[in-house]
């Protein structure tokens, strides 16, 4: 054989080699789809005394994750807010509202500035609409984006 005709074979090898890892590569990576993040603000009393609740709930597509992340509390001293996942129908959530978390039925903590992906089973249980609902131990606005079905990100924290 000439040596031009190794080179080619060889040319030839080296890209479908490569075409494989790209292809095999690209499996592999979560696929994007949009995602639309609504903006929010609630208010908590102190001492947990009464639930806030995004509001108007919005419309439960899938069975993926929740997304919410608290930008930020008026009252410097709250840190951190407890959650919880619920479902129900139309868009005006109360506390008759059913519970929908998925792993743990007391409610979540959220970290005032962490994003989060919440586990629940708003959609398995039958309900259309989804919210979540919040208390505090002390009185705050709250401000953040949220969305009810939500889409794979780098970095965000699952609870």
Excluded: H
Excluded at 50 to 69: Q, R
Excluded at 87 to 99: A, D, E, L, M, V
Excluded at 135 to 144: I, N
């Amino acid at each position: 054989m000439s040596m031009s005709i190794k080179k080619s074979r060889l040319f030839k090898l080296l890209a479908v080699a490569a075409l494989a890892m790209v292809m095999a590569i690209g499996t592999a990576l979560p696929s994007f789809a949009s995602s639309d993040d609504k903006v929010f603000f609630f208010s908590t009393e102190e001492n947990y005394a009464k639930e806030a609740f995004i509001s108007p709930a919005l419309i439960k597509e899938n069975t993926t994750s929740i997304y919410c992340w608290i930008k930020n509390s008026s009252n410097s001293k709250v840190s951190s807010v407890k959650m919880n996942a619920r479902g129900g129908g139309g868009t005006k959530p109360n506390s008759q509202w059913s519970y929908c978390n998925s792993s743990m039925s007391n409610g979540r903590i959220m970290q005032v500035g962490t994003s989060y992906f919440i586990y629940n089973n708003v959609k398995e249980a039958g309900y259309e609409y989804a919210t979540l609902s919040f208390t505090s131990s002390k009185a705050s606005v709250f401000r953040g984006v949220w969305s009810p079905d939500s889409v794979y990100q780098s970095g965000v924290a699952q609870i």
